[in-house]
């Protein structure tokens, strides 16, 4: 709260009761307090920051320390933006934690986050999300028809082991987590109108009934977690669509990241829409008229360069109720793009909007991209954004880096939007951070 120089002593006073008031209440209770026509600025982002091991118990051996580079790169990247709820990508899932919680996402809170890296302020997550994910698990079919099963290309979402490359949600204020919704079970073939894959070569489906009658639609899975703010919900749509590569002619990946990404145009969409849509546990239908939602996560799709379907990402972007009056960008992501030149010069998207490092088409790569995406309805005004790219002369680039780079190859995106809600709370303060871009 701000106080004009030209207000009354009794405003001042006030002020000062509040700030004590905050210094002494819990999270909880001001984060659900009474309601207020003053929308306070909230920070939501996403970070794909590559928490991913090669066997199901390593993630946990590596956080149970706290010494481990990578996540203490990861953590400082989260202490400078400090979002108040957070999207994790590529973060393993494992059973260990209890109901919508992981081990995994324990130990990083504990060991990484509530400790200070390199200076920076700990932050502390009181909530968590974490349900399992469709990697690794075994389908029983020869998804990429080369005759061989149960390789990791054949499992419901790529993986080499069950919760591979899964997702996590950190937030500051509570989940209803009754309310809840997962569609780590939904079928692809129960999307109307699906862009199903077609074997060019035979003009054939690539899938056969067989397939088609388990094949799910999410690669990792799709998450409805409502965020009560004050006395309002947010859904926070969370999901990681497949990347659009690493298969054939058919693009059997590229058809279902464009699916991925239609699942939630159709979910925010009320009525005939979004009818079609079950969760695990059989409720159908998506949002209802006039409900706040935040879309958040890397959807590996640029709207003008790289290898997904051309439209993909515009089912989101050019959706009518999707605000997109505030585009995320940086200046880290401008400068490497001059510096590492190559097919970066034939992009035709900006520069300063991407979000991923990808490789030069000399390694085989299709350069830097936007692919991480934080979507706010338009009921929810953007108050600013960014992507936490520093420039080489920043003293944070060191966090981000060149490859082999020391976080992710991806970047942390942000947007601070205004919630109807309490007019003071705890978190506002945390909005104030030099180093954001």
């Known amino acids: 709260m701000k106080s004009k120089i030209t207000k009354k002593r009794s405003k001042f006073i006030l002020l000062g009761v509040l700030v004590l008031i905050m210094a002494l209440t819990g999270p909880a209770a001001l984060a659900n307090g009474p309601a207020n026509k003053t929308p306070i600025p909230i920070r939501f982002a996403t970070f794909n920051a590559s928490l991913n091991r090669n066997n199901p118990e390593q993630l946990i051996e590596d956080l149970s320390a706290r010494d481990n580079a990578h996540a203490k790169a990861v953590a400082e990247i989260i202490q400078r933006t400090r979002p108040h709820v957070l999207l994790i990508n590529e ?57 061989v099963f149960e390789e990791p290309d054949d499992a419901f979402g790529f993986g080499f082991f ?12 509570s989940i209803d987590y009754d309310a809840a919704r997962t569609f780590q079970l939904f079928l692809w073939k129960d999307m109307p109108d699906a862009m199903l894959p077609i074997n060019p070569a035979t003009g054939e489906s690539w899938y056969d009934k067989g397939d088609l009658d388990v094949f799910r ?10 965020i009560q703010i004050g006395r309002r919900t947010v859904h926070f749509l969370v999901s990681h669509p497949t990347p ?38 059989g409720v159908s239908g998506g949002l209802k008229p ?14 003008f360069d790289g290898d997904s379907v051309t439209g993909s990402i515009q089912q989101l972007l050019d959706h009518p109720l999707v605000n997109t009056k505030v585009t995320p960008d940086s200046e880290g992501g401008v400068e490497q ?17 991407d979000t991923a490092d990808f490789a030069e088409a000399t390694f ?69 951070v030099k180093h954001t871009r």
Do not use: C
């Open 337 to 353: 793009s001059i510096l590492q030149d190559e097919n970066n010069d034939f992009h035709l998207g900006d520069p300063a909007f």
């Open 290 to 303: 006039g409900e706040m939602f935040v879309i958040a996560g890397d959807q590996n799709a640029d709207p």
């Open 217 to 226: 639609l999410s690669s990792k899975s799709h998450w409805d977690v409502p």
């Open 364 to 432: 085989g790569g299709p350069g830097n991209l936007r692919a991480d995406y934080v979507l706010p309805r338009k009921n929810l005004r953007i108050f600013d954004a960014g992507v936490f790219w520093p420039t080489t002369d920043d003293p944070l680039f060191g966090l981000v880096g060149t490859y082999p780079f020391p976080s992710s190859d991806h970047r942390l995106v942000w947007i601070d939007v205004k919630v109807p809600g309490p007019r003071l709370s705890k978190y506002t303060n945390s909005l104030k």
């Open 162 to 173: 069950p919760g591979q490359f899964g997702m996590v949600v950190y937030s500051m204020f």
């Open 91 to 147: 973060f393993d899932y494992d059973d260990q934690g209890g109901e919508y919680d992981s081990l995994a996402a324990q130990l990083f809170q504990d060991n990484y986050l509530s400790i200070s890296q390199n200076g920076a302020e700990p932050i502390e997550y009181e909530y968590r999300f974490v349900a399992p994910s469709n990697t690794g698990v075994p389908s029983g079919r020869d998804f990429n028809k080369n005759g």
């Open 244 to 281: 659009p590569v690493f298969d054939g002619p058919e693009d059997r990946n590229g058809t279902r990241n464009n699916d991925e990404i239609r699942f939630w145009a159709d979910y925010v969409s009320p009525g005939k829409k979004s009818r079609y849509i079950y969760d695990d546990d």
